[in-house]
């Protein structure tokens, strides 16, 4: 009676390695010559392909009932995500990979205040001191206090990421009785139909030229770092606690932060890296709060 099904070792180390994926996507984006949204909409069409192929692979198919029950959350949800990537994307061109994924990570912090309100869940006020001191961070981060070198044109995209990604946060909250893959397969879909208009318009009468390497990276961006990235992501976290799951969601930031000083040389002053201490050490102690009881 031994046997074991399920290795919690290895369910974190799936969960990890997704983590570890998407903190590395700005700086590949870096080396790809295409406008950021064609590179979003493209994470967004080939993620939900391999998504799909990986179920039918398994000899699994959506569950077209859950996916209607919950089909507007799921629209509305997947719209905010092709809107984070429009946002997040553009902030990583716009300033540095480190600055634009920390501001992006403000948003669960934001979920603190915002949840109160959308889903009428009670304000913990604990974790009010997390929010005061991330948002210090930021503002350590943008350098308007002396240099943490932000460029505010990105600082404000990344902010418009986090406020899109809470909306995301919001809307999961909500769903009901659907599994993760589906739910992944419907919000990368409608991501990229979201998109599409934008990159069409913003495009327009522009002609598009990649190289090799760029296609290459792109294919990565969209099979990888998306579609493989989701499977390891959702079976990873399964058998993982909420608290383990969200703490280590954090090291999402923390790569971006490494990636941009290690291999992109891009600078950051001690304010800046003071601000990012910040940001993750606020988030992280955040998640470690527990929920006051209902009830008494």
Partial sequence: MEHQSVSPGRERLKYITAVVLYGTIGMFLRFVSLPSEVVAMSRGILGSGFIW????LR????????????????????????LN???LFAAYTATTVAIASLCNYMAPLIVVLAAPLALGERLN?????????????IVLVSGVLGGGGGNPAGIALGLAA???????VLC????????AMDRALVQLAVSALTILPYALIHNRGIPLQADLPSLLILLMLGLVHTGVAYCLYFSGMASLSVQTVAVLGYLEPVVSVLCSALFLREAMTPAGWLG?????GAAVACELIPEPQRGG
């Fill in 125 to 137: 006020m604990k974790k009010l001191p997390c929010v005061a001191v991330a948002l210090l961070g």
């Fill in 162 to 168: 986090a406020a899109c990604f809470v909306g995301i």
């Fill in 276 to 280: 990012a201490c910040l940001i993750v």
């Fill in 85 to 87: 990537w429009i946002f």
């Fill in 172 to 179: 999961n909250r909500k769903l009901r009785d659907i599994r």
């Fill in 53 to 56: 192929l990986w179920l039918r």
């Fill in 59 to 82: 000899g699994d198919r959506p569950d077209g009932a859950a996916i209607r029950r919950n089909l507007r959350l799921l629209l509305f949800s997947g719209f905010m995500l092709g």
